[in-house]
């Protein structure tokens, strides 16, 4: 637990320090690989459970030699440690999230619309032509919120629970889900098996992320969107999230938005006021609140377990 | 006032055709441009701010820490000799013979004598000179200078104390080959400019790289709010705009190369070239610009060498028709009226 706890720790510091690294992520590298073995896995023709068999088979040959090599590397003595370190510290992206958050917050203050709308667009896949600054507030604030889960917080619960080896593959299937798991044509069927496997990976970790972000923001109405709201998203994992989150921090989350030229219907979250360029500070200010409680409890934990 | 690429008004009445006909192919500039959209009215109704995202945002665009924002380059190709007048009947400023051609006039409103010397002479004349100016790529003629050669002559000429003057206005498709991160050093200036790759001309934007001590002498020369809040903006995101910006490299890299096949595979062997222009040397020049002229197409006629500088089209419909343009070139045509005014320099 010691190691583990350090090990955690040093990561955060890493991440708090550096940020991501701005040269060869090795997730880059990675991609490539993804693209590489689609290109020989994917059939044109396939019928619907051939196709997800081929990327369900594409998900166990990208996850699983990666995965085992990892955890060879972690039971080594000498470099585990750092092995461990360094592996956390690149699933998690905190500082980056916050960074690119801060930026589009900077940009609507100076009030430069066409600025805030290119660093809008780095942080989601919606069209940013159109927004105002409130859509772009908005849009942010729920990038921040749900990548406070896929990029700090899962990451963390699957270093606790499984290691190095653990982050590497839930780290791994999230990259594959962002690659793959969109339902149109071409994805829909070859990338069901990791989206269904990030769903499942991201199950917990989605709940923990949203009960933390009602503990540290605004409890009764975070617990009522949640309880009222997520079921309403489409996604399972980011509806509770979301829904939590706006909740938490009095926003009006969620509604229509235009994604690849097509307007998209989505549920309303939260509850208060739009969300204004000051309101991603309260987003990021939600985000590092949760981290300090999930820290005072590992410590606590921790603590316990040296006196026990 | 030296005559330019894209005065289409002037085309458009000396050939009779209607404005909206012309393909303007005489600037450089890319058609494709960084597209602006809605810009507040407290950007117009306020004094530009310095300490916006724009210059943290440039330092990182071009890799440098010390950089001044002008109104275009061209802000600062016209004002850079006064900062070395002083010393005008000393200094030994050499630059290319065939270039853009508002340096040389620029110093020698300032009464500089110049040393216009062809790219492969400038190694031998090196040691008589104390300001060298290149244009890289240069412009019309494409031609590139190794980073190295340049980063030696540079040495050279800061050990007796001179300049390198590097304008790197149509750098943006190869940003690998640029001098940026090397202008903290003495004596070394790099100019930059959003008119080309970016296609924001009419933004005024433009980068002057040097050591602090320097910039701050162009600063004062200058005087406070040199562009507008407005041009401040748009220079802001179109640099941030890495997704863009990637894109549009692949795209121009290819559009340079189909210009190029498609100039030579019709009786005009280029040159030389960039990703946004190709030159052609023709002892035909003008004939071939006033026929392109007479299909509503401008080109830009140079006279000394004899040669045309080729934009790239805007879309296909543009390609299609500058393709049947030059199937249809007459290569006996002898050309007709007087050029002096369309050539400049």
């Known amino acids: ?308 | 006032m030296l005559e330019h690429g894209g005065k289409l008004r002037h085309a458009a009445q000396r050939y009779g055709i209607a404005l909206d006909q012309w393909m303007d192919l005489s600037t450089g500039l890319n058609p494709q441009a960084w597209p602006v959209c809605d810009i507040p009215t407290s950007a117009w109704a306020r004094l530009p701010e310095d300490e916006d995202s724009l210059i943290e945002i440039a330092q990182h665009y071009y890799g440098a820490a010390n950089c001044l924002p002008v109104a275009g380059s061209q802000a600062a190709i016209q004002i850079l000799p006064r900062l070395y007048t002083q010393h005008k009947n000393t200094l030994r400023v050499g630059m290319l013979t065939l270039a853009y051609a508002e340096h040389a006039h620029a110093w020698q409103s300032a009464g500089f004598k110049l040393i216009l010397l062809a790219a492969d002479e400038i190694e031998t004349w090196l040691n008589q000179l104390d300001i060298l100016l290149v244009v890289n790529p240069n412009n019309p003629t494409g031609h590139t200078f190794e980073s190295a050669q340049l980063l030696n002559w540079h040495q050279q000429l800061s050990a007796r104390g001179g300049s390198l003057i590097v304008d790197e206005a149509f750098m943006d498709p190869t940003p690998e080959k640029s001098l940026t991160p090397y202008t903290a050093q003495k004596g070394f200036v790099v100019l930059r400019s959003l008119g080309k790759f970016f296609g924001l001309a009419g933004a005024r934007v433009g980068f002057v790289f040097a050591e602090p001590g320097w910039l701050d002498r162009l600063t004062e020369l200058l005087g406070p709010w040199p562009i507008s809040g407005p041009s401040r903006m748009i220079a802001a995101a179109a640099l941030e705009d890495r997704i863009w910006q990637a894109d549009m490299r692949k795209k121009l890299q290819r559009q340079g190369q189909r210009l190029a096949h498609l100039l030579t595979d019709n009786g005009l062997p280029v040159s030389g070239g960039t990703a946004l222009f190709q030159w052609v040397e023709t002892a035909q020049a003008e004939s071939v610009h006033q026929q392109l002229a007479r299909q509503a197409i401008l080109t830009r006629l140079f006279t000394q060498p004899r040669s045309l500088r080729f934009g790239l089209p805007a879309d296909e419909q543009q390609w299609h028709r500058l393709e049947r343009a030059l199937i249809e070139l007459d290569y006996t045509d002898e050309g007709s009226d007087s050029l002096c005014e369309v050539a400049g320099r």
Not at chain 1, 188 to 207: E, K, M, Q, S, T
């Open chain 1, 1 to 308: 637990m010691t190691t583990l706890f350090i090990t955690l720790v040093t990561a955060l510091l890493f991440d708090r320090l550096l940020g991501e690294p701005r040269r060869a992520h090795p997730l880059i590298a990675f991609g490539r690989l993804v693209q590489w073995l689609e290109a020989r896995l994917y059939a044109g023709n396939a019928f619907v459970w051939g196709q997800r068999l081929r990327g369900g088979l594409a998900v166990v040959l990208l996850l699983a030699p990666l995965t085992i090599l990892v955890w060879f590397i972690s039971q080594g003595h000498e470099i585990a440690l750092l092995v461990n370190v360094l592996i956390l510290y690149l699933a998690i992206g905190a500082r980056s999230l916050v960074e690119h958050a801060c930026q589009v917050r900077d940009a609507l203050l100076e009030k430069n619309m066409p600025l805030a709308r290119t660093r809008t667009g780095y942080l989601v896949s919606r069209d940013t032509a159109k927004m105002n600054t409130q859509d772009m507030a908005r849009a942010t604030i729920e990038s921040t919120l749900e990548n406070g889960c896929d990029a700090l917080f899962a990451p963390l619960f699957w270093f606790l629970i499984a290691g190095a080896p653990g982050v590497l593959f839930y780290r791994l299937a999230n990259t594959l889900d962002a690659m793959w798991g969109y339902k149109t044509s071409r994805y829909r069927d070859f990338g069901w098996a990791a989206a269904r496997l990030d769903d499942v990976l991201n199950f917990i970790p989605a709940r923990l992320t949203a009960f933390s972000y009602a503990c540290t923001g605004k409890f009764v109405s975070a617990i009522h969107c949640w309880s009222t709201q997520a079921g309403e998203c489409a996604s399972p994992n980011a509806g509770p999230v979301m829904a939590a989150g706006a909740g938490a921090l009095s926003l009006q989350l969620g509604g229509p938005a235009v994604y690849h030229g097509q307007a998209q219907d989505r549920p309303q979250l939260g509850t208060g006021s739009l969300p204004e360029a000051d309101d991603i500070d309260q987003a990021v200010n939600l985000l590092r609140r949760s981290l300090g409680l999930w820290l005072a409890l590992l410590t606590l934990v921790w603590g316990g377990l040296q006196f026990a």
